[in-house]
């Protein structure tokens, strides 16, 4: 292993604490010790997301795409439709994930770099009766972010029964986020984000809409991802029962624990204002100093945990950086994989000022352009 600064958009640097509760030793999964760290980590998930006292957190042991396995399987059924807002890869992979499980999806895909138009998703909730619609607040292939308070409001104005679910994986954690505010009924990401854990862990949230929705299909799509079998486990770890239907990923539970606590002390608001500030600062050094092309086209649709950024030479530029001890990553969409880079700027590296992660990186991709 390396001690190179990774900012790449997940796996992220992780905290001393988060590194310390890793090494925790192993305790059983239905210990009361365990049951009492899960409850809080269960509790504060609820803090971070938003969530107030209804619905349910869910936390597995898995990527962030178990979350779309979960909201494909879980609440809709073969047939249902579903509308796709795509701003990327990701949004496109959903779009799979969900035709997997039989739903009838419409896909709206927003110019590259760019949100889908508000006027476009009003103008097919009116035309169509949508069982769901999913959003991905940020993609993490082009750094756009999708306004999420707008779009909930005209769901409900237009289509109240359509259920609202949201890919949070590259935003829960650095940027406004209100699950119960703006009505959403499911939200996912993961734990190598934002949250500053290591990879392993499907973090979620369900309002009661969706846990009822989930409770009441007539039959199960898939085991594992089943939230029949899951919502009584995590109702009982919440309250600090132990309960039993697959074995939690215990050590990361634990650093989970850590990391909301974290997050929390530092208050959820003042963490994403920092995400900002320091996305603000990435981003005009890039842009004004170096004169590089933002993949996202203006401030209004530009993420705060990562930036994507075009270059000549993708590959020089990641190779240049990473003889400096830092890890970039290269494009994923599709349409401009060879033409820019991805640096993530989530947790620690974000919110630490003393470390000068995002410093050491601006200087590293100005000597290797």
């Given at each position: 292993?390396?001690?190179d600064?990774?900012?790449?958009?997940?796996?992220?640097?992780?905290?001393?604490?988060?590194q310390?509760?890793?090494g925790t030793?192993?305790v059983?999964?239905?210990?009361?010790e365990?049951?009492?760290?899960?409850?809080?980590?269960?509790?504060?998930?609820?803090?971070?997301?938003?969530?107030?006292?209804?619905?349910?957190?869910?936390?597995l042991?898995?990527?962030?795409?178990?979350?779309?396995?979960i909201a494909?399987?879980?609440?809709?059924?073969p047939?249902?439709?579903?509308?796709?807002l795509s701003?990327g890869?990701?949004?496109?992979?959903f779009?799979?994930?969900?035709?997997?499980?039989?739903?009838?999806?419409?896909?709206?895909?927003?110019?590259l770099?760019d949100?889908?138009?508000?006027?476009?998703?009003?103008?097919?909730?009116?035309?169509?009766?949508?069982?769901?619609?999913?959003?991905?607040h940020?993609d993490?292939s082009?750094?756009v972010?999708t306004?999420?308070e707008?779009?909930?409001?005209a769901?409900?104005?237009?289509?109240?029964?359509?259920l609202?679910?949201?890919?949070?994986?590259?935003?829960?954690?650095?940027?406004?986020?209100?699950?119960?505010?703006?009505g959403?009924?499911?939200?996912?990401?993961?734990?190598?984000k934002?949250?500053?854990?290591?990879?392993?862990?499907?973090?979620s949230?369900?309002?009661?809409?969706?846990?009822?929705?989930?409770?009441e299909?007539?039959?199960e799509s898939?085991?594992?991802?089943?939230?029949k079998?899951?919502?009584?486990?995590?109702?009982n770890?919440?309250?600090?029962k132990?309960?039993?239907?697959?074995?939690?990923?215990?050590q990361l539970?634990?650093?989970l624990?850590?990391?909301?606590r974290?997050?929390?002390?530092?208050?959820?608001?003042a963490?994403?204002?920092?995400?900002?500030?320091?996305?603000?600062?990435i981003?005009?050094?890039?842009?004004?100093?170096?004169?590089?092309?933002l993949v996202?086209?203006?401030?209004?649709?530009?993420?705060?945990?990562?930036?994507?950024?075009?270059?000549?030479n993708?590959?020089?530029?990641?190779?240049?950086?990473?003889?400096h001890?830092?890890?970039?990553?290269?494009g994923i969409?599709?349409q401009?994989?060879?033409?820019?880079?991805?640096i993530?700027?989530?947790?620690?590296?974000?919110c630490?000022?003393?470390?000068?992660?995002?410093?050491?990186c601006?200087?590293?991709i100005?000597?290797?352009?």
């Open positions: 292993m390396t001690d600064i990774l900012l790449i958009p997940g796996p992220i640097v992780i905290s001393k604490n988060v310390a509760a890793l030793p192993s059983s999964h239905t210990s009361a365990f049951a009492s760290t899960f409850s809080s980590a269960l509790k504060n998930v609820r803090k971070v997301f938003k969530a107030g006292d209804s619905g349910q957190p869910v936390v042991a898995g990527s962030g795409t178990l979350g779309w396995d494909a399987s879980n609440l809709v059924q047939g249902d439709k579903v509308l796709v701003t890869f990701f949004s496109d992979s779009a799979e994930c969900l035709k997997v499980y039989g739903a009838d999806v419409d896909k709206i895909t927003a110019p770099g949100a889908v138009p508000l006027d476009a998703i009003r103008d097919a909730l009116s035309k169509v009766s949508y069982n769901m619609i999913t959003i991905t940020v993490t082009t750094a972010l306004e999420l707008p779009i909930c409001k769901v409900k104005e237009l289509s109240p029964e359509t609202i679910v949201v890919d949070g994986v590259c935003s829960i954690g650095c940027e406004v986020f209100e699950f119960e505010k703006w959403i009924d499911y939200a996912l990401t993961a734990s190598q934002a949250l500053g854990v290591p990879p392993g862990l499907s973090v949230m369900l309002s009661d809409r969706a846990v009822k929705v989930a409770q299909r007539p039959f898939s085991f594992f991802a089943s939230l079998r899951w919502l009584p486990i995590m109702v770890y919440e309250q600090g132990p309960a039993y239907f697959a074995t939690p990923a215990v539970v634990n650093a624990d850590v990391s909301l974290e997050i929390l002390d530092q208050g959820i608001d963490r994403v204002a920092k995400h900002k500030q320091t996305s603000d600062w981003k005009a050094k890039l842009t004004k100093e170096l004169g590089l092309k996202s086209v203006n401030d209004k649709v530009s993420a705060h945990g990562l930036t994507a950024a075009y270059t000549e993708p590959p020089k530029v990641i190779s240049g950086v990473k003889q001890g830092i890890v970039i990553a290269g969409h599709k401009i994989k060879d033409k820019y880079i991805r993530g700027h989530m947790g620690v590296s974000a630490d000022d003393s470390r000068q992660d995002m410093e050491k601006f200087e590293a100005k000597e290797s352009l």
